[in-house]
């Protein structure tokens, strides 16, 4: 059996209907590919600090609204030896997380999330420009600060307290909370900066012994049994990928271009799914014929599979390719957008999948067209 | 040797109860290799479905059909399908091309069915039927004389051993018709195919070496 004889030559036949449901496919892609480097430039915006901190778990206050952990938490450092001795914890240190707003000595205004850490603790980050953290009053900050025009060497004031902060180094590559620049700092200026202490103030002991989360590192490949050591701490554990949820705007926009995108494939695959329908129920009579004539019911539906897979990889190749390069042209504006090739591979499979299963249904008619329809008057 | 084409107590019913149509009425009919039969009768007595129980298309409510050593009664629907692919050739009215195909692809189609077997040459069987000049064109390209003649071609090129020709001029004036059935009968005598023609036009008889007529399901000798 050869199907492809005439799958082909009716392909090129029909090249201008074929073209137009093509259009229609490679749209879809050119959208799916946009979506999709949205999507993740969304995550990367949202969670990227978090993605690189090299934490396992995070252990929030007891009884903690958990969609809002990062905001609302608030541990005591007490909590963090119980976590140090738990078993298969390979380190554990007071995190803080806070977001303020600032301006620095040549005027630029700059919102941040200040990470408090404990210098020298497996938290404390490495820099790629300047000086890694030596002391309070300095913060080091996420490469994409930088490109705003902040530079090692500059002050950033907070507001209102009047609080200030030297940059002495940058981070590698983009560390963004809730699209907001991280800046890290030693926990004891984080304490400081959260409380809203202002020169001269008096500072009650309590604001020194607050973090917002006990950050725990496993050991590799360990397990560590997070229910025992909030039991221990008293503390209400999240994975660091549960905890992404727990960070501003994070679900609500995953799932609003999760649903945008679900949307899309499935009406990719009712789009497809509809021409290959019209295009079977044209095609009785021929079919009939066909039948007639001894082709199988295999080799007709090989037949129309063979164009719907054709259609759909070259259109979704023509469309991948134009999204692609309207991302790279969106990549160089300010718009959170990422073009990661996993998430366009995955997605690509299920455009081309669905499609394929959408034409598979439709062609599915051809099993119920009688060859007896091809003699005499009934045509 | 077999005969071609046997039909034998042929009944064919549609429905039941009280609605019984009877489309073929005890039915006996024997082809020989190289014989051209007609058969003639008014809209409705049967003569499709007589095609479509020799094409295996339909199976009789009763009777045997047999095409050489093959009983087309007992064959499961994929033999039915092997059987029409490599031992019948059809011929459709207006000739029923498929219209994404050249001529000469339209006589290559039928070789992409299944295996292989010994297929006459696409482009001298076109030669044969006058076709050759016009291998290139399209359906639409193509007078209705012409389309029949690329359809015989195409019947003919996996060598059956029955052709069945379902109203072959209908659509062609009536110089074209008598071409096409001289295009016919020469085929039949010269390969040694079984043919059996229905047909209205009675003009186009005194090709045939046999005619047969159809009324009401029933099949006799046709009284010119």
Same mark, same amino acid.
């Given at each position: 059996?050869?199907?492809?004889f005439?799958?082909?030559?009716?392909l090129?036949?029909a090249?201008?209907?074929?073209?137009?449901?093509g259009?229609?496919?490679?749209?879809?892609a050119?959208?799916?590919?946009?979506?999709?480097?949205?999507?993740?430039g969304l995550?990367?915006?949202?969670?990227?600090g978090?993605q690189?901190?090299?934490?396992?778990?995070?252990?929030f206050q007891?009884?903690?609204e958990?969609s809002s952990a990062?905001?609302r938490?608030i541990?005591?450092t007490?909590?963090?030896e119980?976590?140090?001795?738990?078993?298969? @914890?390979?380190?554990?240190?007071?995190f803080?997380? =806070?977001? $303020?707003?600032?301006r620095?000595d040549? &005027?630029?205004?700059i !919102? %941040?999330?200040l990470?408090?850490?404990?210098?020298?603790?497996?938290?404390?980050?490495?820099v790629e420009d300047?000086?890694?953290?030596a002391g309070?009053g300095?913060?080091?900050?996420?490469?994409?600060?930088?490109?705003?025009g902040?530079?090692?060497?500059?002050?950033?004031?907070?507001?209102p307290?009047?609080?200030?902060?030297?940059?002495?180094?940058?981070?590698?590559?983009?560390?963004?909370?809730?699209?907001?620049?991280?800046?890290?700092l030693?926990?004891?200026?984080?304490q400081?900066?959260?409380?809203?202490v202002?020169?001269?103030?008096? @500072?009650?002991?309590?604001?020194?012994?607050?973090? =917002?989360? $006990?950050?725990v590192?496993a050991?590799? &490949?360990?397990?560590? !049994? %997070?229910?025992?050591?909030?039991a221990?701490a008293?503390t209400?554990?999240?994975?660091l990928?549960d905890?992404?949820?727990?960070?501003?705007?994070y679900?609500?926009?995953?799932?609003t271009?999760?649903?945008?995108?679900?949307f899309?494939?499935?009406?990719?695959?009712?789009v497809?799914?509809?021409?290959?329908?019209?295009?079977?129920?044209?095609?009785?009579?021929?079919?009939?014929v066909?039948?007639?004539?001894?082709?199988?019911k295999?080799?007709?539906?090989?037949?129309?599979?063979?164009q719907?897979?054709?259609?759909?990889?070259?259109?979704?190749?023509?469309g991948?390719g134009?999204?692609?390069?309207?991302? $790279?042209?969106?990549?160089a504006?300010?718009?959170?957008f990422a073009l990661?090739?996993?998430?366009?591979?995955g997605?690509?499979?299920?455009?081309?999948g669905?499609?394929?299963?959408?034409?598979a249904v439709a062609?599915?008619r051809?099993?119920?067209?009688?060859?007896?329809?091809?003699?005499?008057?009934?045509? | 040797m077999?005969?071609?084409?046997?039909?034998?107590?042929?009944t064919?019913?549609h429905?039941?109860g009280?609605?019984?149509?009877?489309?073929?009425?005890?039915?006996?009919?024997v082809?020989?290799p190289?014989?051209?039969?007609?058969?003639?009768?008014p809209?409705?007595?049967?003569?499709s479905?007589?095609?479509?129980?020799?094409?295996?298309?339909?199976?009789?409510t009763?009777g045997?059909?047999?095409?050489?050593?093959?009983d087309l009664?007992?064959?499961?629907p994929?033999?039915r399908d092997?059987?029409?692919r490599?031992?019948?050739?059809?011929?459709f009215?207006?000739?029923?091309?498929?219209?994404a195909?050249?001529?000469?692809d339209?006589?290559?189609?039928?070789?992409?069915f299944?295996?292989?077997?010994?297929h006459?040459?696409p482009?001298?069987?076109?030669a044969?039927?006058?076709?050759?000049?016009?291998?290139r064109?399209?359906p639409?390209?193509?007078?209705?004389?012409?389309?029949?003649?690329?359809?015989i071609?195409?019947?003919l090129v996996?060598?059956?051993?029955?052709l069945?020709?379902?109203?072959?001029?209908?659509?062609l004036d009536?110089?074209r018709g008598?071409d096409?059935?001289?295009?016919?009968?020469?085929?039949t005598?010269?390969?040694?195919?079984?043919t059996?023609?229905?047909?209205?036009?009675?003009?186009?008889?005194?090709?045939c070496?046999?005619?047969l007529?159809?009324?009401?399901?029933?099949?006799?000798?046709?009284?010119?």
């Open positions: 059996m050869k199907p492809s005439l799958a082909l030559r009716e090129s036949f090249r201008g209907r074929f073209a137009l449901m259009a229609v496919v490679a749209l879809v050119v959208l799916m590919v946009l979506l999709s480097g949205l999507s993740a995550v990367n915006d949202g969670v990227s978090l690189k901190l090299p934490v396992t778990s995070l252990a007891h009884d903690v958990e990062y905001s938490s541990v005591t007490d909590a963090v119980p976590w140090r001795e738990q078993p298969g @914890v390979a380190a554990a240190a007071p803080g997380n =806070t977001l $303020v707003n600032g620095t040549s &005027g630029v205004e !919102d %941040l999330a990470f408090g850490v404990e210098l020298g603790s497996f938290l404390d980050p490495d300047g000086s890694r953290l309070d300095e913060v080091v900050i996420s490469a994409s600060a930088a490109e705003q902040i530079d090692v060497g500059d002050t950033i004031v907070l507001e307290s009047g609080m200030e902060l030297r940059v002495v180094g940058t981070l590698a590559g983009q560390h963004t909370f809730g699209h907001v620049d991280i800046a890290y030693s926990l004891r200026s984080w400081e900066a959260r409380a809203g202002r020169a001269g103030d008096e @500072v009650p002991d309590r604001v020194y012994r607050e973090a =917002t989360a $006990v950050a590192q050991d590799d &490949g360990g397990n560590v !049994d %997070l229910a025992a050591g909030d221990a008293k209400t554990s999240m994975t990928e905890s992404f949820g727990a960070s501003p705007g679900t609500a926009e995953t799932s271009l999760q649903l945008i995108q679900a899309l494939y499935a009406i990719s695959a009712l497809v799914g509809a021409f290959f329908t019209v295009l079977t129920i044209q095609r009785r009579g021929e079919i009939a066909l039948r007639a004539m001894g082709a199988s295999r080799y007709l539906l090989q037949e129309s599979l063979l719907s897979v054709v259609l759909l990889v070259v259109s979704a190749a023509v991948i134009v999204g692609l390069g309207m991302g $790279v042209a969106v990549s504006t300010e718009m959170p990661e090739p996993w998430p366009i591979a997605a690509t499979l299920l455009l081309l669905l499609g394929v299963a959408g034409a062609v599915l051809i099993t119920r067209v009688d060859p007896l329809t091809a003699l005499g008057g009934n045509r | 077999n005969a071609a084409l046997t039909l034998t107590d042929v064919l019913t429905g039941d009280p609605e019984t149509v009877t489309a073929l009425d005890d039915v006996s009919l082809v020989e190289g014989e051209l039969v007609a058969i003639v009768g809209s409705g007595s049967g003569k479905s007589l095609l479509a129980v020799a094409g295996a298309l339909t199976t009789p009763s045997s059909v047999r095409l050489g050593d093959v009664v007992a064959a499961r994929r033999e092997a059987v029409r490599d031992r019948i050739g059809f011929v009215q207006s000739g029923n091309l498929v219209p195909l050249t001529a000469v339209q006589v290559r189609l039928p070789m992409t299944g295996r292989a077997r010994e006459r040459d482009m001298e069987l076109l044969e039927v006058g076709m050759d000049h016009k291998a064109r399209r639409h390209e193509l007078s209705g004389g012409e389309r029949q003649r690329v359809g071609a195409r019947a996996t060598r059956p051993s029955l069945l020709v379902d109203e072959p001029t209908s659509a009536r110089q008598q096409i059935v001289a295009l016919l009968a020469r085929e005598h010269e390969h040694g195919v079984a059996v023609m229905v047909t209205h036009d009675h003009g186009i008889l005194s090709h070496d046999r005619v007529e159809m009324l009401d399901g029933r099949l006799g000798v046709h009284v010119a």
